[in-house]
């Protein structure tokens, strides 16, 4: 942008204010913030294995950090977590694994700032690994405090410490309440335990239409060409495989993958009610 702006400057002053000097420096100055922008090479299998144990281990870290940011860690915390845990799929390793770094993560002295910080270095320029893992904190606050009291002030210091924004936050937790609401209400209808993340997505006609546009952030009244490109940002942005080629560990897209039907439900959802 800044290539652009000087380049139009300079444009119309060489040009004495012509349209084409202006043209012209904008034409240049595009060339130049694309060659100032810097390109990330693909991730190596290595630095994948590294972001994989990275992520995993402050998933589990964190959780137990703001579970344990009122004092003590409830019952209620202590099953979300477990469940968090079987909705991810880990096998026995992996859930000692995740109890350690949870029991970690609750001590009074946790360096929260340096875990976050390492994060962000390590998963750098791979912004999508850190909406991911502050969604999965969220979805754990959800299920454990209903994100209320001291838990949702540790969730937004964690989205400050990851420089993410307030506003994505609040997106993030209505996305996930509603995903919450439909796995209670497919496992009411079919008599089985509600509530927890670990159950199969709902079918798409118990999304409300007005939560299908939540979910993909976009306005009600927008064009058909902008739902679709609003769909394909979120797609993008949640899709299991490109987390996993970005080092997202296998044990943890789970999230990803129900996240990225809850996306296609929305979607197909919309299409429907704008054919009708």
Same mark, same amino acid.
């Given at each position: 942008?800044?290539?652009?702006?000087?380049?139009? !400057?300079?444009?119309?002053?060489?040009?004495?204010?012509?349209?084409?000097?202006?043209?012209?420096?904008?034409?240049?100055? +595009?060339?130049?913030?694309?060659?100032?922008?810097?390109?990330?090479?693909?991730?190596?299998?290595?630095?994948?294995?590294? #972001?994989?144990?990275? #992520?995993?281990?402050?998933?589990?870290?964190?959780?137990?950090?703001?579970?344990?940011?009122?004092?003590?860690?409830?019952?209620?915390? #202590?099953?979300?977590?477990?469940?968090?845990?079987?909705?991810?799929?880990? $096998?026995?390793?992996?859930?000692?694994?995740? !109890?350690?770094?949870f029991t970690r993560g609750k $001590?009074?002295?946790?360096?929260?700032?340096?875990?976050?910080?390492?994060?962000?270095?390590?998963?750098?320029?791979?912004?999508?690994?850190?909406? +991911?893992?502050?969604?999965?904190?969220?979805?754990?606050?959800?299920?454990?405090?209903?994100?209320?009291?001291?838990?949702?002030?540790a969730i937004l210091k964690v989205?400050d410490l990851l420089d993410i924004?307030?506003?994505?936050?609040? +997106?993030?937790?209505?996305?996930?309440?509603?995903?919450?609401?439909?796995?209670?209400?497919?496992?009411?209808?079919?008599?089985?335990?509600?509530?927890?993340?670990?159950?199969?997505?709902?079918?798409?006609?118990?999304?409300?239409?007005?939560?299908?546009?939540?979910?993909?952030?976009?306005?009600? $009244?927008?064009?058909?060409?902008?739902?679709?490109?609003?769909?394909?940002?979120?797609?993008?942005?949640?899709?299991?495989?490109?987390?996993?080629?970005?080092?997202?560990?296998?044990?943890?897209?789970?999230?990803?993958?129900?996240?990225?039907?809850? !996306?296609?439900?929305?979607?197909?959802? !919309?299409?429907?009610?704008?054919?009708?």
């Amino acid at each position: 942008m800044t290539g652009k702006i000087v380049g139009a !400057i300079l444009g119309l002053l060489l040009l004495r204010g012509s349209p084409w000097g202006l043209l012209i420096g904008l034409i240049l100055g +595009h060339f130049y913030d694309m060659s100032a922008t810097p390109r990330r090479r693909p991730t190596t299998t290595a630095e994948a294995l590294e #972001i994989g144990v990275r #992520i995993f281990r402050a998933t589990y870290e964190v959780m137990g950090y703001v579970a344990k940011s009122d004092g003590r860690v409830s019952e209620a915390e #202590i099953a979300a977590a477990r469940e968090v845990m079987n909705y991810m799929k880990l $096998n026995g390793a992996q859930i000692h694994a995740a !109890i350690q770094h949870f029991t970690r993560g609750k $001590n009074p002295d946790y360096d929260l700032e340096g875990t976050l910080r390492e994060l962000a270095e390590v998963c750098s320029h791979r912004p999508d690994l850190l909406r +991911h893992f502050l969604e999965i904190q969220v979805s754990a606050a959800l299920q454990g405090v209903d994100m209320q009291g001291p838990a949702r002030t540790a969730i937004l210091k964690v989205a400050d410490l990851l420089d993410i924004s307030r506003l994505e936050v609040a +997106h993030m937790e209505a996305v996930l309440r509603i995903q919450r609401e439909a796995f209670r209400a497919r496992a009411r209808n079919s008599g089985g335990f509600g509530g927890g993340a670990g159950g199969q997505p709902p079918p798409r006609q118990g999304m409300q239409l007005s939560a299908a546009y939540q979910i993909l952030e976009v306005d009600p $009244n927008a064009a058909d060409a902008d739902v679709a490109k609003a769909y394909r940002r979120q797609l993008s942005k949640h899709h299991p495989d490109k987390l996993k080629a970005n080092g997202m560990p296998d044990s943890m897209l789970e999230h990803a993958k129900q996240r990225t039907q809850q !996306i296609i439900e929305a979607y197909e959802l !919309i299409k429907a009610a704008r054919t009708q």
